[in-house]
């Protein structure tokens, strides 16, 4: 049976065509030049971006792929939502996905690493390839039990048709090409960035065994994702800037939803890795552990399903 972690008999190329959808939306940006740019077209380009750059750093990674804090299943529900508003996958796909690249990280298993791969195939290319339609359900057991994940998963694009045709219903057609299509390209490619240009440009205060590095302009665009060096010493930690001056808004908004009770169990890194001083291979969450298989460690209540095939983004 195909996974994730098989390597024989597959090709890696971009040109794929599930690409194809992914190209087009970058298209229908130039839409704007027939609809006009408008002001409220921008204002919700603006608000969009940094709602959905929030849901992807507070949900699809810290929440789902790391467990970093817990939180009621109706804010999940949100958080998966408006993550998957950005039609990048599902909920279990991404957290799969990111999980393999944590225990493979910058090796030739990682998933997207540019040391291996490229710029550009760890940037945006390896999405398209056909192997990484799939993804290991074991390696999402914690979240396979929930059926509104599951449900989100099987209709991935509906809450981004959704919020297109709100953006429509609100600004018109500018609202449609400059609201959604600009906002979700720009989405796309901050999230990207910490991929690819996270572990090329930047400084490293840990040593990681990989290639992860703090770039502050990044975490300015990522609302904190971009100490992405400090993110791979320890990456069970809710808060991603480890010194005062690192900013983390999306580890803001979590505190402040905290006081209001919303989220809760919010894990931190400790004192020995604020120090620099933990043993090299002691930064792996609880969310991921090697063993001889290379899979990841989940609940053994649950059952292992097999893999499922994802539909490309739009």
Same mark, same amino acid.
């Given at each position: 049976?195909? +996974?994730?972690?098989? &390597?024989?008999?597959?090709?890696?190329?971009?040109?794929?065509?599930?690409?194809?959808?992914?190209?087009?939306?970058?298209?229908?940006?130039?839409?704007?030049?027939?609809? /006009?740019?408008?002001?409220?077209?921008?204002?919700?380009?603006? %608000?969009?971006?940094?709602?959905? *750059?929030?849901?992807?750093?507070?949900?699809?990674?810290?929440?789902?792929?790391?467990?970093?804090? +817990?939180?009621?299943?109706?804010?999940?529900? *949100?958080?998966? *939502?408006? %993550?998957? =508003?950005?039609?990048?996958?599902?909920?279990?796909?991404?957290?799969?996905? !990111?999980? !393999?690249?944590?225990? $493979?990280?910058?090796?030739?298993?990682?998933?997207?690493?540019?040391? $291996?791969?490229?710029?550009?195939?760890?940037?945006?290319?390896?999405?398209?390839?056909?192997?990484?339609?799939?993804?290991?359900?074991?390696?999402?057991?914690?979240?396979?039990?929930? #059926?509104?994940?599951?449900?989100?998963?099987?209709?991935?694009?509906? #809450?981004?048709?959704?919020?297109?045709?709100?953006?429509?219903?609100?600004?018109?057609?500018? /609202?449609?090409?400059?609201? @959604? @299509?600009?906002?979700?390209?720009?989405?796309? $490619?901050?999230? @990207?960035? *910490?991929?690819?240009?996270?572990?090329? &440009? /930047?400084?490293?205060?840990?040593?990681?065994?990989?290639?992860?590095?703090?770039?502050?302009?990044?975490?300015? @665009?990522?609302?904190?994702?971009?100490?992405?060096?400090?993110?791979?010493?320890?990456?069970?930690?809710?808060?991603?800037?480890?010194?005062?001056?690192?900013?983390?808004?999306?580890?803001?908004?979590?505190?402040?939803?905290?006081?209001?009770?919303?989220?809760?169990?919010?894990?931190?890194?400790?004192?020995?890795?604020? &120090?620099?001083?933990? &043993?090299? /291979?002691? !930064?792996?969450?609880?969310?991921?552990? #090697?063993?001889?298989?290379?899979?990841? =460690?989940?609940?053994?209540?649950? #059952?292992?399903?097999?893999?499922?095939?994802?539909?490309?983004?739009?």
């Amino acid at each position: 049976m195909p +996974t994730e972690f098989a &390597r024989d008999d597959v090709h890696d190329d971009i040109v794929y065509p599930s690409a194809i959808p992914f190209v087009l939306v970058h298209l229908a940006c130039f839409g704007a030049i027939w609809s /006009g740019v408008t002001w409220p077209a921008v204002i919700l380009c603006v %608000a969009l971006y940094w709602i959905r *750059i929030f849901a992807i750093g507070a949900g699809y990674h810290r929440l789902f792929s790391h467990r970093a804090y +817990t939180t009621s299943r109706t804010f999940r529900f *949100i958080l998966a *939502i408006l %993550a998957q =508003s950005t039609a990048q996958k599902s909920v279990l796909w991404w957290a799969a996905k !990111h999980r !393999h690249h944590h225990l $493979h990280s910058d090796t030739e298993l990682d998933v997207h690493s540019p040391r $291996h791969t490229g710029f550009l195939y760890s940037h945006v290319g390896w999405i398209f390839a056909k192997r990484h339609d799939l993804f290991d359900e074991a390696a999402v057991a914690d979240l396979m039990r929930y #059926p509104e994940l599951r449900w989100l998963h099987k209709y991935q694009l509906v #809450p981004a048709v959704v919020l297109a045709g709100l953006c429509f219903l609100i600004a018109g057609w500018s /609202g449609l090409f400059v609201g @959604f @299509f600009w906002s979700t390209v720009l989405v796309y $490619h901050a999230t @990207f960035c *910490i991929n690819s240009l996270a572990h090329v &440009r /930047g400084r490293k205060r840990y040593v990681t065994g990989d290639d992860s590095r703090n770039n502050w302009l990044l975490a300015v @665009f990522t609302m904190g994702e971009g100490w992405h060096n400090n993110h791979h010493a320890f990456q069970s930690s809710v808060r991603q800037g480890f010194r005062w001056w690192e900013i983390d808004p999306t580890f803001y908004i979590l505190k402040a939803l905290s006081w209001m009770g919303v989220v809760w169990d919010m894990r931190s890194p400790p004192e020995q890795v604020l &120090r620099n001083e933990q &043993r090299l /291979g002691a !930064h792996r969450s609880s969310t991921a552990r #090697p063993s001889s298989s290379r899979r990841i =460690s989940m609940p053994k209540a649950l #059952p292992t399903p097999s893999p499922r095939r994802c539909t490309p983004p739009s």
